[in-house]
Protein backbone atom coordinates (compact mmCIF):
# COMPACT_ATOMS: atom_id res chain seq x y z
CA UNK A 1 0.00 0.00 0.00
CA UNK A 2 2.84 2.59 0.82
CA UNK A 3 6.30 2.78 -1.28
CA UNK A 4 9.12 2.38 0.91
CA UNK A 5 10.69 5.45 2.13
CA UNK A 6 13.69 6.48 4.07
CA UNK A 7 13.36 6.54 8.35
CA UNK A 8 13.32 9.63 10.07
CA UNK A 9 14.33 9.04 13.68
CA UNK A 10 13.94 12.05 15.69
CA UNK A 11 14.13 11.88 20.09
CA UNK A 12 13.09 14.62 22.42
CA UNK A 13 14.39 17.26 24.72
CA UNK A 14 12.74 17.91 27.96
CA UNK A 15 11.57 21.33 28.93
CA UNK A 16 10.44 20.46 32.57
CA UNK A 17 12.79 18.67 34.05
CA UNK A 18 14.20 14.77 33.45
CA UNK A 19 15.11 11.35 35.63
CA UNK A 20 14.40 8.04 36.05
CA UNK A 21 11.69 8.10 38.72
CA UNK A 22 8.06 9.58 37.14
CA UNK A 23 5.93 11.08 39.55
CA UNK A 24 7.87 12.88 41.87
CA UNK A 25 7.06 16.74 43.00
CA UNK A 26 10.67 17.94 41.43
CA UNK A 27 12.20 16.24 38.79
CA UNK A 28 15.68 14.83 39.77
CA UNK A 29 17.68 16.61 37.19
CA UNK A 30 16.50 20.55 36.34
CA UNK A 31 16.35 21.78 32.91
CA UNK A 32 18.72 24.00 31.53
CA UNK A 33 20.41 24.75 28.25
CA UNK A 34 24.03 22.56 29.13
CA UNK A 35 22.07 19.32 30.18
CA UNK A 36 19.63 19.94 26.75
CA UNK A 37 22.77 20.75 24.56
CA UNK A 38 23.97 17.44 26.16
CA UNK A 39 21.23 15.46 24.85
CA UNK A 40 21.46 16.95 21.35
CA UNK A 41 25.15 15.72 21.19
CA UNK A 42 24.03 12.55 21.85
CA UNK A 43 21.67 12.33 19.47
CA UNK A 44 23.62 13.93 17.20
CA UNK A 45 26.26 10.72 17.40
CA UNK A 46 23.61 8.39 17.32
CA UNK A 47 22.03 9.09 13.83
CA UNK A 48 18.53 10.98 15.19
CA UNK A 49 17.62 13.77 12.86
CA UNK A 50 15.88 16.26 15.22
CA UNK A 51 14.77 16.95 19.19
CA UNK A 52 11.02 17.99 19.59
CA UNK A 53 11.20 20.51 22.22
CA UNK A 54 7.70 20.46 23.44
CA UNK A 55 5.90 24.09 24.50
CA UNK A 56 3.64 24.23 27.44
CA UNK A 57 3.76 26.95 30.17
CA UNK A 58 1.61 24.77 33.20
CA UNK A 59 4.41 22.65 33.63
CA UNK A 60 7.04 23.52 31.28
CA UNK A 61 10.06 25.34 33.02
CA UNK A 62 11.52 26.45 29.57
CA UNK A 63 9.80 28.17 26.52
CA UNK A 64 10.69 25.98 23.72
CA UNK A 65 11.56 28.97 20.95
CA UNK A 66 13.74 30.40 23.30
CA UNK A 67 15.91 27.42 24.01
CA UNK A 68 15.81 25.95 20.48
CA UNK A 69 17.16 28.98 19.57
CA UNK A 70 20.32 28.81 21.71
CA UNK A 71 20.32 25.11 21.31
CA UNK A 72 20.64 25.53 17.38
CA UNK A 73 23.71 28.34 17.60
CA UNK A 74 25.78 25.87 20.22
CA UNK A 75 25.45 22.44 17.83
CA UNK A 76 26.02 21.35 13.61
CA UNK A 77 23.92 18.46 12.89
CA UNK A 78 20.78 17.93 14.61
CA UNK A 79 18.09 19.74 14.09
CA UNK A 80 15.37 21.12 16.07
CA UNK A 81 11.62 20.27 15.92
CA UNK A 82 9.43 23.21 17.65
CA UNK A 83 6.38 23.26 19.38
CA UNK A 84 4.38 25.73 18.28
CA UNK A 85 1.12 27.10 19.31
CA UNK A 86 -0.96 29.25 16.68
CA UNK A 87 -3.04 31.14 19.21
CA UNK A 88 -0.02 32.55 21.05
CA UNK A 89 1.53 33.61 17.84
CA UNK A 90 0.85 36.25 15.14
CA UNK A 91 1.17 34.16 12.16
CA UNK A 92 3.43 36.99 9.87
CA UNK A 93 5.58 37.42 13.32
CA UNK A 94 6.12 33.88 13.92
CA UNK A 95 6.67 33.06 9.98
CA UNK A 96 9.25 36.26 10.13
CA UNK A 97 11.50 34.24 13.54
CA UNK A 98 11.04 30.63 11.49
CA UNK A 99 12.89 32.21 8.70
CA UNK A 100 15.34 33.73 10.91
CA UNK A 101 15.81 30.79 12.77
CA UNK A 102 15.69 28.90 9.91
CA UNK A 103 18.87 30.72 8.06
CA UNK A 104 20.91 30.88 11.34
CA UNK A 105 20.47 27.25 11.51
CA UNK A 106 21.14 26.34 7.60
CA UNK A 107 17.82 24.89 7.36
CA UNK A 108 17.80 22.13 10.76
CA UNK A 109 14.32 23.73 11.96
CA UNK A 110 10.88 21.89 11.67
CA UNK A 111 7.27 22.82 13.34
CA UNK A 112 5.03 20.64 15.77
CA UNK A 113 2.11 22.73 15.10
CA UNK A 114 0.07 22.43 18.62
CA UNK A 115 -3.55 23.63 18.43
CA UNK A 116 -4.14 23.79 22.00
CA UNK A 117 -3.54 22.04 25.43
CA UNK A 118 -6.21 21.91 28.60
CA UNK A 119 -8.59 24.76 28.21
CA UNK A 120 -7.44 25.92 32.05
CA UNK A 121 -4.28 26.12 29.95
CA UNK A 122 -5.12 27.99 27.50
CA UNK A 123 -7.05 30.05 29.64
CA UNK A 124 -4.00 31.44 31.66
CA UNK A 125 -2.64 33.19 28.05
CA UNK A 126 -6.11 34.52 27.32
CA UNK A 127 -6.91 32.06 24.68
CA UNK A 128 -10.70 31.17 24.79
CA UNK A 129 -11.22 29.40 21.64
CA UNK A 130 -13.60 26.30 21.55
CA UNK A 131 -12.08 23.04 20.14
CA UNK A 132 -13.37 23.42 16.30
CA UNK A 133 -12.07 27.52 16.50
CA UNK A 134 -8.81 26.83 17.37
CA UNK A 135 -8.36 24.14 14.58
CA UNK A 136 -9.89 26.92 11.94
CA UNK A 137 -7.15 29.64 13.41
CA UNK A 138 -4.65 26.57 13.08
CA UNK A 139 -5.61 26.06 9.45
CA UNK A 140 -5.54 29.73 8.61
CA UNK A 141 -1.91 29.64 10.50
CA UNK A 142 -0.63 27.40 8.27
CA UNK A 143 -1.72 28.70 5.16
CA UNK A 144 -0.24 32.07 6.03
CA UNK A 145 3.26 30.80 6.78
CA UNK A 146 3.57 28.61 3.97
CA UNK A 147 2.16 31.12 1.58
CA UNK A 148 5.41 34.17 3.62
CA UNK A 149 7.81 30.88 3.08
CA UNK A 150 7.24 30.73 -0.53
CA UNK A 151 7.56 34.43 -2.34
CA UNK A 152 8.36 38.24 -1.15
CA UNK A 153 5.95 39.13 -3.28
CA UNK A 154 3.06 41.08 -0.84
CA UNK A 155 -0.27 39.71 -0.78
CA UNK A 156 -3.44 40.58 1.01
CA UNK A 157 -5.42 37.31 3.69
CA UNK A 158 -8.60 37.46 4.12
CA UNK A 159 -9.94 35.25 6.78
CA UNK A 160 -12.06 34.08 9.41
CA UNK A 161 -8.90 34.79 12.15
CA UNK A 162 -6.49 36.90 9.91
CA UNK A 163 -7.18 39.94 7.73
CA UNK A 164 -3.64 40.91 6.28
CA UNK A 165 -2.82 43.71 4.39
CA UNK A 166 0.01 43.71 2.16
CA UNK A 167 1.79 41.14 4.34
CA UNK A 168 5.36 40.06 2.85
CA UNK A 169 9.00 38.55 4.13
CA UNK A 170 12.54 40.41 3.28
CA UNK A 171 13.88 37.06 2.64
CA UNK A 172 12.59 33.74 2.43
CA UNK A 173 14.07 30.38 4.51
CA UNK A 174 16.92 28.28 3.38
CA UNK A 175 14.47 25.00 3.22
CA UNK A 176 12.04 25.68 0.16
CA UNK A 177 8.87 26.81 1.55
CA UNK A 178 9.87 26.82 4.47
CA UNK A 179 10.13 24.44 7.75
CA UNK A 180 8.31 20.90 7.49
CA UNK A 181 4.92 20.82 9.76
CA UNK A 182 4.93 18.07 12.06
CA UNK A 183 1.06 17.98 13.00
CA UNK A 184 -1.42 16.09 14.57
CA UNK A 185 -4.74 15.28 15.75
CA UNK A 186 -7.13 12.77 16.24
CA UNK A 187 -10.45 14.84 16.17
CA UNK A 188 -12.38 14.93 12.74
CA UNK A 189 -11.46 18.75 12.47
CA UNK A 190 -7.51 17.50 13.40
CA UNK A 191 -7.80 15.12 10.32
CA UNK A 192 -8.99 17.28 7.89
CA UNK A 193 -6.46 20.13 8.34
CA UNK A 194 -3.40 17.66 8.74
CA UNK A 195 -4.89 16.39 5.28
CA UNK A 196 -4.21 19.70 3.80
CA UNK A 197 -1.22 20.76 5.53
CA UNK A 198 0.96 18.96 7.36
CA UNK A 199 3.68 17.35 5.94
CA UNK A 200 4.13 14.88 8.52
CA UNK A 201 1.08 13.72 10.35
CA UNK A 202 1.58 12.69 14.00
CA UNK A 203 -0.25 10.43 15.94
CA UNK A 204 0.60 9.11 19.34
CA UNK A 205 1.39 5.24 20.37
CA UNK A 206 -2.03 3.15 19.57
CA UNK A 207 -2.81 -0.32 18.92
CA UNK A 208 -1.20 -1.50 15.48
CA UNK A 209 -5.03 -2.04 14.18
CA UNK A 210 -6.06 1.69 16.04
CA UNK A 211 -2.96 3.08 13.50
CA UNK A 212 -4.08 1.04 10.41
CA UNK A 213 -7.93 2.97 10.99
CA UNK A 214 -6.33 6.57 11.42
CA UNK A 215 -3.98 6.17 8.25
CA UNK A 216 -6.56 4.64 6.26
CA UNK A 217 -9.22 7.77 7.13
CA UNK A 218 -6.03 10.07 6.41
CA UNK A 219 -5.46 8.47 2.64
CA UNK A 220 -9.24 8.88 2.29
CA UNK A 221 -9.07 12.28 3.15
CA UNK A 222 -6.47 13.04 1.02
CA UNK A 223 -7.79 11.54 -1.93
CA UNK A 224 -11.24 13.62 -0.81
CA UNK A 225 -9.44 17.13 -1.82
CA UNK A 226 -7.00 16.27 -4.48
CA UNK A 227 -4.07 16.06 -2.27
CA UNK A 228 -0.84 16.17 -4.95
CA UNK A 229 2.05 16.04 -2.57
CA UNK A 230 2.51 13.09 -0.09
CA UNK A 231 1.90 12.99 3.56
CA UNK A 232 4.25 10.99 5.71
CA UNK A 233 2.78 9.19 8.48
CA UNK A 234 4.97 9.69 12.06
CA UNK A 235 4.68 8.02 15.84
CA UNK A 236 5.24 9.97 18.91
CA UNK A 237 6.20 7.29 21.74
CA UNK A 238 8.22 6.27 24.46
CA UNK A 239 10.98 3.22 24.40
CA UNK A 240 12.29 1.17 27.29
CA UNK A 241 14.48 -1.42 25.76
CA UNK A 242 17.18 -3.32 27.93
CA UNK A 243 19.03 -6.64 26.98
CA UNK A 244 15.58 -9.31 28.11
CA UNK A 245 12.22 -8.82 28.23
CA UNK A 246 11.93 -9.24 31.83
CA UNK A 247 14.65 -6.55 32.59
CA UNK A 248 12.99 -4.08 30.37
CA UNK A 249 9.35 -4.46 32.34
CA UNK A 250 11.36 -4.34 35.95
CA UNK A 251 12.79 -1.28 34.54
CA UNK A 252 9.20 -0.04 33.61
CA UNK A 253 7.81 -1.09 37.11
CA UNK A 254 10.73 0.70 38.78
CA UNK A 255 10.07 3.95 37.14
CA UNK A 256 6.90 4.37 39.26
CA UNK A 257 7.62 3.22 42.43
CA UNK A 258 7.98 6.43 44.08
CA UNK A 259 4.32 7.50 42.48
CA UNK A 260 2.46 7.85 45.30
CA UNK A 261 -0.59 5.41 45.71
CA UNK A 262 -2.77 8.86 45.57
CA UNK A 263 -2.26 9.59 42.08
CA UNK A 264 -2.29 5.64 41.22
CA UNK A 265 -5.88 5.42 42.39
CA UNK A 266 -6.26 8.73 40.64
CA UNK A 267 -5.54 6.82 37.37
CA UNK A 268 -7.24 4.01 37.79
CA UNK A 269 -10.55 6.46 38.26
CA UNK A 270 -9.41 7.86 34.98
CA UNK A 271 -7.11 11.35 35.52
CA UNK A 272 -7.12 14.35 33.52
CA UNK A 273 -10.87 14.78 33.12
CA UNK A 274 -10.88 18.29 31.50
CA UNK A 275 -8.15 17.30 28.37
CA UNK A 276 -10.42 13.81 28.13
CA UNK A 277 -13.43 16.36 27.59
CA UNK A 278 -11.26 18.71 25.31
CA UNK A 279 -8.92 16.21 23.51
CA UNK A 280 -9.91 13.39 21.44
CA UNK A 281 -6.48 11.90 21.58
CA UNK A 282 -6.38 12.52 25.06
CA UNK A 283 -9.60 10.31 25.72
CA UNK A 284 -8.12 7.76 22.99
CA UNK A 285 -5.15 7.44 25.03
CA UNK A 286 -6.94 6.94 28.46
CA UNK A 287 -9.34 4.55 26.99
CA UNK A 288 -6.30 2.35 26.31
CA UNK A 289 -5.00 2.35 29.83
CA UNK A 290 -8.14 1.98 31.18
CA UNK A 291 -8.13 -1.53 28.94
CA UNK A 292 -4.53 -2.22 30.25
CA UNK A 293 -3.86 -5.11 32.62
CA UNK A 294 -3.34 -4.81 36.50
CA UNK A 295 0.31 -3.92 35.41
CA UNK A 296 -0.75 -1.01 32.79
CA UNK A 297 -0.37 -3.32 29.69
CA UNK A 298 -2.41 -3.06 26.67
CA UNK A 299 -0.63 -5.56 24.73
CA UNK A 300 2.32 -7.25 25.71
CA UNK A 301 4.80 -4.93 24.49
CA UNK A 302 2.84 -1.63 25.43
CA UNK A 303 2.30 -0.34 28.29
CA UNK A 304 0.48 2.33 29.79
CA UNK A 305 2.23 3.23 32.91
CA UNK A 306 3.52 6.84 31.18
CA UNK A 307 0.33 7.94 30.95
CA UNK A 308 -0.55 7.55 34.89
CA UNK A 309 1.41 10.44 35.75
CA UNK A 310 1.40 12.84 32.74
CA UNK A 311 -0.38 13.63 29.68
CA UNK A 312 0.53 13.93 26.38
CA UNK A 313 2.04 10.85 25.05
CA UNK A 314 1.60 7.91 27.87
CA UNK A 315 2.47 4.60 25.62
CA UNK A 316 5.92 3.36 25.83
CA UNK A 317 6.85 0.21 23.61
CA UNK A 318 8.54 -2.05 26.77
CA UNK A 319 10.67 -5.20 25.92
CA UNK A 320 14.49 -6.42 24.62
CA UNK A 321 16.11 -4.68 21.80
CA UNK A 322 15.17 -7.03 19.17
CA UNK A 323 11.72 -6.96 20.53
CA UNK A 324 11.24 -3.28 20.68
CA UNK A 325 13.14 -3.38 16.90
CA UNK A 326 10.74 -5.75 15.63
CA UNK A 327 7.75 -3.56 17.48
CA UNK A 328 8.62 -0.39 15.89
CA UNK A 329 8.91 -2.60 12.17
CA UNK A 330 5.23 -3.44 12.98
CA UNK A 331 4.63 -0.01 12.65
CA UNK A 332 6.69 1.07 9.67
CA UNK A 333 4.80 -2.14 7.95
CA UNK A 334 2.01 0.01 7.99
CA UNK A 335 3.62 3.19 6.05
CA UNK A 336 4.94 4.82 9.77
CA UNK A 337 8.29 5.99 8.84
CA UNK A 338 9.06 9.19 11.01
CA UNK A 339 9.45 8.33 14.68
CA UNK A 340 9.46 10.97 17.79
CA UNK A 341 10.69 8.62 20.49
CA UNK A 342 11.66 9.37 24.01
CA UNK A 343 13.03 7.93 27.40
CA UNK A 344 13.71 8.87 31.13
CA UNK A 345 16.41 9.68 31.42
CA UNK A 346 16.61 11.14 28.05
CA UNK A 347 20.48 11.53 28.31
CA UNK A 348 20.78 7.96 28.59
CA UNK A 349 18.23 6.30 27.02
CA UNK A 350 19.03 8.53 23.72
CA UNK A 351 21.89 6.49 23.83
CA UNK A 352 20.53 3.40 24.77
CA UNK A 353 17.86 3.61 21.89
CA UNK A 354 20.61 4.92 20.01
CA UNK A 355 23.35 2.14 19.92
CA UNK A 356 20.84 -0.75 20.98
CA UNK A 357 17.57 -0.56 19.23
CA UNK A 358 18.08 1.79 15.98
CA UNK A 359 20.77 -0.10 14.23
CA UNK A 360 18.31 -3.32 14.55
CA UNK A 361 15.15 -1.52 12.71
CA UNK A 362 17.56 -0.16 9.95
CA UNK A 363 18.70 -3.71 9.12
CA UNK A 364 14.77 -4.82 9.46
CA UNK A 365 13.89 -2.63 7.04
CA UNK A 366 16.96 -3.06 4.40
Given at each position: MFAKQRLEFNWCAPVSGDGFYLGLPIWERPPNLEYTVEIFKTAERFGFRQLLIGMGFTHHVMEAWTLATAVLALTVNAGAMVAVRPGFYSAPVLAKMAVTLDNICKGRLSLNIVTGGRPMEQAMYGDYLDHDSRYRRTREFMQICRQLWSTTAPFDYEGEFYKLRQTRLET???QPSGPLFYFGGASEMAQRVSAEFADVYLMWGETLNQITERMNRMQQLQADIGRKKKMRYGL?????????QAQARETAKEML???SPEVLAKARATEFPNTRRESVGQSRQCELRGNADKDWYVEPLLWAGISVVRSGAGMTIVGSYQQVA??????INLGITV??????????????VGRNVLPLVREGYL
Open positions: LPVRINIIARPTAKVEYLLQYFILSGYPHLEECEN
